[in-house]
């Protein structure tokens, strides 16, 4: 993994602040009992929150990479530099195509929520921590497609890490409203930082295709048998921003 991925995961958690305050702020600030916040509680439930999201990554990394095939690797590489391009359109709100990503997730949603409805009123940092594994898993086009971006990485931990600094973007206004800091949720909900990663996420996934496309047919080359010899293998190197460059 590259350094840019991680900047980008934490970014597309930052910008996403507004509408990770819409579905997950209540909860958030129903932590806050009495008008005495519960620092213990509020962690607790960001803490399963994030584990949630980066044992997600790490699953779906593992499965994408337990496929060991060049145009399978290829297609991934097309699909996280388009997914990056997506995401950065959703975060500026210039397309909200991702919203059909969370309707369809709505019908997973729901038996998660029934059962995580079960750790509230939370009463102890255990719940929190339980209800916040649950939250983690709500129809929100940006974690699903963050999901699916880090999942390009072909690896357990490479996209687990990736959607832990995803959920560590998410803090700062998650926080923010646990402990009634107004004016952090004011400077991240500012349209002037939206557009700014927005628009890097966008120069990044059109980077991605380009370096694809370059070598794509590079990396297809080589995973042809050679008379005489088994077809080499050909997993993926470094993160799902970064394209195959090398010549053999």
């Known amino acids: ?43 607790a439930y960001h803490g ?23 145009a399978w690797t290829l297609g991934l590489r097309y699909l996280a530099g388009v997914l990056l391009i997506l995401m950065g359109l959703y975060i500026a709100d210039w397309w909200r195509g991702l919203t059909l990503v969370e309707r369809a997730g709505a019908v997973l949603w729901r038996p998660v929520q029934r059962f995580s409805s079960r750790f509230l009123p939370v009463t102890s940092p255990g ?5 916040g594994l649950g939250w983690g898993l709500m129809p929100c086009g ?11 990485a072909q690896s357990a931990w490479g ?21 009634g800091a107004s004016g952090v949720q004011s400077l991240l909900r500012r349209r002037g930082l939206k ?16 370096l694809v496309a370059s070598h794509g047919g590079h990396l297809l080359q080589r995973s042809l048998p050679v008379p005489g010899e088994a077809p080499a293998s050909m997993p993926m190197q470094g993160g799902p921003m970064e394209g195959h460059s090398h010549h053999g």
């Open 127 to 131: 719940q929190g921590f339980a209800l």
């Open 1 to 43: 993994m590259s350094p840019a991925d991680y900047v980008a995961a934490f970014g597309i958690g930052l910008a996403g602040a507004g509408h990770c305050l819409g579905m997950c702020g209540g909860i958030a600030a129903a932590l806050s009992l009495g008008g005495q916040t519960r620092p213990s509680l509020t962690l």
């Open 142 to 152: 940006l974690i699903y497609s963050g999901l699916a971006w880090a999942a390009t």
């Open 195 to 210: 557009v700014l990663i927005a628009l890097l996420l966008i120069a990044s996934g059109i980077w991605t295709l380009y």
């Open 48 to 70: 399963g929150r994030i584990t949630s999201y980066g044992a997600l990554g790490a699953l779906l990394g593992f499965l994408a990479g337990s496929i060991n095939l060049a």
């Open 159 to 179: 996209a687990g890490s990736l959607m832990l600094a995803f959920g560590a973007g998410t803090l700062p206004a998650m926080l923010a409203t646990s402990f």
